[in-house]
Every structure is written in C-alpha cells, then in structure tokens.
C-alpha cells in the first residue's frame, strides 16, 4: 500500500473521529437532559421523551442518517452531508446516553437529596453538588462504551456520501484490487480511536476516585 493511500485512510480517520466526538460532544448532554424529565416525571415532557427514546432506538443509524438528508429538503431545510451525519449521530447517541444517565438516576439514593433539602439546599444546587459528581462516576462506564460503540457505527455516514476510514478502505481495495491492506489498516485506526476513549475513561475515573477520596 503506497504513502498516499496511508494518508487517505488517516484523513477518514479524522472524519470518523470528528463526526463522531461531535456527536459525542452534543449527545451526552442532551442524553443528560432527556435523562432529567424523565426522572423528575415531568407531565407531558416525560411521555414524550419516553416515545422519543424508544423510536430513535428502534431506527438504525444508517436509515437514521439517510432520512435526515433526504427528508430535510422535502420541509424547507438545506442540509450537508456532514451536518445530517452529526445530527443522526447525535439524536442516535442521545437517546442511548440517556438510558445510562437515567439508570444512575434511578439508582440515585434519595435520602441525600431530602437531606439536602432540610439544609435549605436548592435542587440545582443539590444537583451540581451531590447528584452530579456521583452520577457523572456511575454513568461514566457505560457513556464510554456507547461512544466507542457509535465510532465503530461510523461507517453508516458513508450513506450520504462521506468518506470515513471504512470507505476509504473500500476505495483503495478497489482501486488496487488488494482489499486486505487497506481494511487491516482500517481496523488498527479504529482500535487507536476506541482505545483513546478507554483511556480517557480510566484517566477520568482515576481523577474522580482521588476527589472521592480526598472529599
């Protein structure tokens, strides 16, 4: 495999990543947020936000992606491949994120909520204070692993025409007629990527256990 193709299987590995953190980027706060009606039991936002969770869970990423680029001109809205990319990866990721968010939540012990409530404490304030750091803690495992989980789905943005790290290896394959050197490198720079994220999850948790433990 020549030094160009190299490069054109890095220069996908740097769409793969930048979609994907930027859905990652958007998605786990708004993961967060969904998490968040549904556990106050918010009236109509809870319902809605349950019906939200269930459909794009059932929708796979790739018909996710191609909906979003063909239906968007059919209401009045120019999209780009790659905003509709980083839109399907982000509602996918979000609704995911918010099941993990929403286990911790439900695993949360109450108690500490209505102790600081008899301190006078406010409910942003009990949250940012005590909730938080405790769920960010619990949530962290598996947040990580739906990120490494939508960087291997990464490849369904090619649907719209994206060159990720998976098609440029189809395109070099094809052009060469030697598929297996490109998909070998291919398959290294997806394990860099979720090994990064591995990482960072352990750099995290190490960070917050000496917090927790300094606390």
Do not use: H
């Amino acid at each position: 495999m020549t030094a160009a193709a190299f490069m054109t299987l890095l220069q996908g590995a740097g769409v793969t990543l930048a979609v994907s953190f930027a859905g990652i980027l958007l998605g786990v706060p708004i993961g967060l947020g969904i998490a968040l009606v549904r556990w106050g039991e918010v009236p109509v936002l809870r319902r809605v936000a349950a019906v939200y969770v269930s459909l794009i869970r059932s929708t796979p990423l790739v018909t996710l992606c191609l909906l979003i680029f063909f239906a968007s001109p059919s209401i009045g809205i120019d999209i780009g491949p790659v905003s509709a990319a980083v839109l399907a990866m982000t509602l996918n990721t979000s609704a995911f994120n918010s099941e993990v968010w929403r286990g911790g939540l439900v695993s949360f012990p109450k108690d500490q909520l209505e102790a600081a409530r008899s301190f006078g404490m406010r409910p942003s304030g009990a949250f940012r204070r005590i909730v938080f750091p405790q769920l960010w803690r619990s949530a962290l495992p598996g947040l990580v692993n739906e990120m490494t989980l939508l960087i291997k789905g990464s490849p369904a943005i090619a649907v719209v025409g994206i060159v990720e790290v998976t098609r440029a290896a189809v395109r070099i394959g094809a052009t060469t007629y030697e598929p297996l050197p490109p998909f070998l490198v291919a398959t290294v720079l997806y394990i860099a990527l979720v090994f990064g994220f591995v990482c960072l999850q352990r750099v995290s948790e190490r960070t917050y256990g000496r917090a927790g433990a300094s606390a």
